[in-house]
């Protein structure tokens, strides 16, 4: 399992528009891909205009499907990226899980 988190830092102000973007895109770009296993954007209450993404991935394939999806593209690689001061791509493997 792949696991990608993005700790985000957004424009000033832009924290409201860019959560319901993410609501926009979720079901319709992972939520619709086989290989993403989980797609999940948190907020920081004490931080404002920042957004963490954490995302599992069956595997890099499943990742890289994601990314150059369509709709990945026109929300998140376009009107999203555009929002962004700062971002780090951390990857992560699995050690252990439970549900």
């Known amino acids: 399992m792949l696991v990608k988190v993005f700790p985000i830092e957004l424009k000033p102000g832009r924290q409201a528009a860019m959560e319901e973007l993410v609501r926009e895109f ?4 992972p939520g619709q891909e086989p290989g993403t296993v989980s797609f999940r954007v948190y907020r920081d209450k004490n931080r404002p205009d920042y957004l963490l993404f ?18 990945y593209n026109k929300l998140i690689a376009g009107q999203f ?8 791509e951390l990857d992560h493997e699995l050690v252990a899980s439970h549900l």
Request: hydrophobic share 45%; aromatic share 10%.
């Open 54 to 71: 954490v995302e599992h991935f069956a595997d890099q394939a499943a990742y890289d499907a994601h990314t150059t999806s369509e709709v």
């Open 81 to 88: 990226a555009n929002e962004i001061v700062e971002f780090v």
């Open 26 to 29: 979720a079901p319709i770009g």
